[in-house]
């Protein structure tokens, strides 16, 4: 099978193209430039087409397909590193494919195998080299998504889907300390639910949740569980992790959050340290207990675009809770960091060579 036809778009296009005014690195901030080609594939129900790239003002998106109408689109995040002797590397590219085949089959989407992944998202980085910034002062985000591409109405399962693969360049994220509100009136996703997939439907409903938040003068949401609303579920776009008494919690994966690659690369990193982790539910209640009795050490949200984020504290209908701030973020953070761009020689098989 052919995988991909026209691999040979010359990288120099895009950096000729670039605006004599491009950012610098520190400047891209998040999503805010588009890279000008797609990878894309099509499926007809037989099988994925050959990738080809595309100009993405190029690119036809049907007003009338499941994609748009229906939310029938799944997507992932993940970012491509340049190491510091200058090779590029994807992170943990073989967990966001198994999340993206997992949320695909959780929609009734054609999956994309492994080969396909790679090539499609290796071919999606060296085309945008240009826009990736130097080792440790950035990295290149990749959008692989799959939507519902055919032109009908109806809520069906469709006969024609399309695969593509958007980039943007990012700034390397600064540890931010937050405050977030614990929604307890909206839900975002209910067991047997959509929370455990990558699709537009559970932005769709975490959008007011946010806007909520900031109208109350907070950063963020924390959304809580469907039916008691006493559990911490996850962020907006993060997982969550709480410190109580040493041990590093974090909720477990019960299908209504995200299973996070930051979430699992942590857990890992955390453990290696010696440190005692768990994925075991954490109520509101029980973080406001721990503050009060000193036993709280720290909060976190975490995820592939802003990798570690302090919680410095929680409001919600009963109250604020002032979160302690014990160090562990920022240290997990720069280890993290250093895993992630290649300058530690440790989880060598998380990077893959571009
Ligand atoms: C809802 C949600 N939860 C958690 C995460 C963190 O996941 P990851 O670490 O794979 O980026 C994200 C980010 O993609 C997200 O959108």
């Excluded at 670039?18 to 430039?33: I, K, N, V």
């Excluded at 009136?185 to 959008?207: D, H, M, S, V």
């Excluded at 963020?220 to 993060?238: K, N």
């Amino acid at each position: 099978m052919t995988l991909i036809t026209e691999p040979n778009l010359d990288p120099e296009l895009v950096r000729a193209a670039l605006p004599a005014d491009w950012p610098a690195p520190e400047a891209l901030g998040f999503g805010q430039h588009l890279g000008p080609y797609l990878i894309t594939a099509d499926h007809d129900g037989s099988g994925w087409s050959a990738a080809r790239i595309l100009r993405r003002d190029d690119a036809r998106l049907a007003i009338a397909s499941g994609g748009l109408q229906y939310g029938l689109s799944v997507f992932e995040g993940m970012k491509a590193y340049r190491a510091p002797d200058g090779g590029i590397h994807l992170f943990r590219p073989q967990m966001h494919l198994r999340r993206l085949q997992a949320s695909a089959a959780r929609l009734h989407l054609p999956p994309v195998d492994e080969a396909l992944f790679l090539r499609s998202c290796m071919l999606a980085v060296r085309v945008h080299e240009a826009m990736l910034p130097p080792a440790g002062r950035g990295a290149l985000y990749l959008r692989p998504t799959i939507h519902a591409d055919e032109e009908a109405l109806g809520l069906k399962q469709a006969a024609r889907h399309r695969y593509s693969v958007t980039v943007t360049p990012g700034s390397d994220p600064q540890l931010k300390s937050l405050r977030m509100w614990a929604e307890d009136e909206l839900i975002r996703a209910a067991p047997g639910g959509l929370g455990a997939a990558k699709t537009g439907a559970n932005y769709a409903a975490g959008l007011s949740g946010l806007l909520r938040a900031r109208e109350r003068g907070y950063d963020d949401v924390i959304w809580l569980d469907a039916a008691t609303h006493r559990w911490l579920g996850e962020a907006g776009t993060m997982n969550l992790f709480v410190q109580i008494g040493g041990r590093l919690l974090t909720p477990p994966l019960d299908g209504t959050i995200l299973a996070g690659v930051t979430r699992d690369s942590l857990l890992q990193l955390a453990r290696k340290e010696g440190l005692e982790v768990a994925e075991q539910g954490i109520g509101l209640g029980q973080l406001r207990t721990a503050a009060t009795s000193g036993t709280l050490g720290c909060a976190f949200g975490c995820g592939t675009a802003s990798r570690i984020v302090r919680i410095q504290g929680v409001g919600s209908v009963h109250g604020e809770i002032a979160i302690p701030d014990n160090g562990l973020p920022e240290r997990l953070s720069e280890r993290l960091k250093a895993v992630q761009e290649g300058t530690a020689k440790e989880h060598a098989d998380w990077r893959v060579a571009c």
